[in-house]
């Protein structure tokens, strides 16, 4: 089953630009997280965010929360071509145990 | 060590065979998953364990066997597989379920034929 949607399904930019991914989810949770996948091989931990903060901020990553329209968006600055990879969201489904993933975004940093 | 380490990388199996995948992990994680990825799709959850017991199967075929010897360990038992089996198989822990930071291995790359 999937709970997050993201969007663009893909999104190529310039090496420098910014890139915003976009992530709709379905039922309550108590976080909603970001990883990131390169070349399907595993994938790494970016992000947590808790149902009750509205922005977060790693490095050059920040990432939204609306709770109230039940998204979240990826913004990764200054983009370089090693953040060429798929990012997805992931969230607990009706608060359980599970870890569900979204649909991911693949980006592409043109150089 | 923030490792978690799947064996083998690779696999290729008839579909009579019997094989398993191993993953290991030594950050004191409580909570173990199975995810299985077919290309350019996200990972699906397939097994959860919790405290080394099967909390969540997402309704699984039964050729695939899950096992947590101990909190450290967690199996992956297969046999009779189909073709449309074939798939990325990656593990992850997190210190507790309930959607916590997770920590995946690269996976096995798992082609059935």
């Known amino acids: 089953s999937q709970q997050g949607e993201e969007d663009p399904q893909a999104l190529s930019i310039q090496e420098g630009e910014n890139a915003t991914m976009n992530c709709s989810y379905k039922?309550?949770?108590?976080?909603l997280q970001w990883y990131r996948q390169n070349s399907g091989r595993g994938l790494v931990h970016l992000i947590l965010?808790?149902?009750?903060?509205r922005e977060k901020h790693s490095g050059r990553l920040r990432v939204t929360l609306d709770t109230s329209k039940k998204s979240s968006s990826l913004l990764i600055t200054a983009s370089r071509a090693a953040d060429t990879a798929s990012y997805f969201c992931a969230t607990d489904a009706d608060r359980d145990d599970k870890i569900i993933f979204g649909k991911g975004t693949r980006l592409h940093i043109l150089p | 060590d923030t490792e978690v380490t799947q064996t083998p990388k690779h696999l290729v199996m008839g579909m009579t065979n019997k094989k398993s995948l191993k993953c290991e992990q030594h950050?004191?994680?409580?909570?173990m998953y199975w995810y299985k990825q077919k290309a350019k799709k996200p990972p699906e959850l397939m097994f959860v364990y919790s405290y080394e017991k099967l909390s969540i199967n997402e309704s699984v075929p039964s050729r695939f066997s899950p096992e947590c010897p101990n909190s450290s360990l967690l199996n992956l038992h297969l046999h009779a597989l189909q073709p449309e089996d074939s798939a990325l198989y990656l593990c992850a822990s997190s210190q507790w379920t309930g959607n916590t930071e997770a920590f995946f291995g690269q996976g096995t790359r798992l082609t059935v034929v």
């Open positions: 965010i808790r149902s009750n903060e």
């Open positions: 950050m004191g994680h409580r909570a």
């Open positions: 039922t309550s949770i108590n976080n």
